[in-house]
């Protein structure tokens, strides 16, 4: 049938809707799911500039101070964006509706602006830093990956109770890894540090899940290190002051959350054993 006015079929669009209609739920995208989808941007965008800004400068002879620093700023800037994304993706998910394959586009979207653009973020730093040393950064590199592979796996298979992680979430500890490179210490503590996030995020130490009033300070907590990372990059008055305190609070951060675990799980298995002992002597005669 032709419409009058425009001289278009009719039929087509109908079939266009009935399609629409038709489609598995598994192959619409959700709101979350689009925000998923940002964050793996993201991560793929801090590769990008981690090249383009540093590495090949450094490889080309052509590197200046400016534009690796504002390339730096960039690619951090961008997981930080990620880290956004992943956060605001879970809570949307929550208030409204998620596809089937959200949480396979969450892992997969992780791996790439959480494992991938970190775990590139060292191995460039080894090649470009002068006391750094190449093939041992590139081992770090991969055990960064690889940490973030196994977390994310067994984020899938293993049942926490509700409300809390098992090992270092992902965002926080690629954020680390960032942050412990920016903060240019020496080469053997850089790559302890480095060894040491990977481990916490492969651990069996409870991190909270960003929730309520723990997500809001997150996101303000991310949103200052973008503003301290801009002030860094355009060579701002107190800029390197700023990025220097920003990424040790960020590494005090992820030091002193496993000892309050710990103490935590210590008190818990002290109280257990006091309610045992209790019992016991309520039951003798």
Not at 1 to 9: E, F, K, L, R, S
Not at 17 to 22: G, V, Y
Not at 166 to 173: A, K
Not at 194 to 212: D, F, H, N, Q
Request: glycine fraction near 8%; charged fraction near 15%; hydrophobic fraction near 55%.
């Amino acid at each position: 049938m032709i419409d009058p006015d425009t001289q278009a079929g009719w039929a087509a669009d109908a079939e266009a809707e009935d399609d629409a209609e038709d489609m598995p739920l598994s192959l619409r995208l959700s709101i979350a799911d689009t925000l998923t989808l940002g964050n793996a941007t993201c991560g793929f965008m801090a590769v990008y500039f981690t090249t383009t800004g540093i590495l090949i400068p450094h490889l080309t002879g052509s590197n200046e101070s400016g534009m690796a620093r504002n390339s730096a700023a960039t690619a951090v800037i961008l997981m930080l964006l990620a880290a956004i994304f992943d956060l605001c993706d879970g809570l949307v998910a929550r208030k409204l509706r998620s596809s089937p394959m959200g949480a396979e586009l969450d892992n997969l979207s992780d791996l790439i602006s959480f494992g991938l653009a970190p775990a590139y973020f060292v191995l460039v730093y080894g090649m470009v830093a002068d006391d750094a040393q190449q093939k041992v950064s590139a081992v770090a590199a991969i055990v960064v990956l690889l940490a973030v592979v196994l977390r994310l796996a067994r984020f899938s298979c293993v049942t926490m109770k509700d409300g809390m992680f098992q090992g270092m979430p992902s965002p926080f500890g690629a954020l680390t890894v960032v942050s412990i490179i920016l903060l240019e210490l020496p080469f053997i503590p850089t790559l302890l540090a480095i060894i040491g996030t990977a481990w916490l995020m492969v651990s069996r130490v409870e991190y909270p899940k960003p929730r309520g009033v723990l997500a809001v300070a997150m996101l303000g907590w991310i949103v200052s290190a973008m503003g301290m990372l801009a002030a860094w990059a355009f060579d701002a008055p107190g800029g390197q002051v700023l990025l220097q305190t920003g990424c040790a609070l960020q590494i005090v951060m992820a030091a002193t959350i496993p000892l309050f675990a710990t103490a935590r799980r210590v008190n818990t298995f002290r109280d257990n054993r006091r309610e045992n002992r209790e019992a016991r002597a309520a039951q003798l005669p």
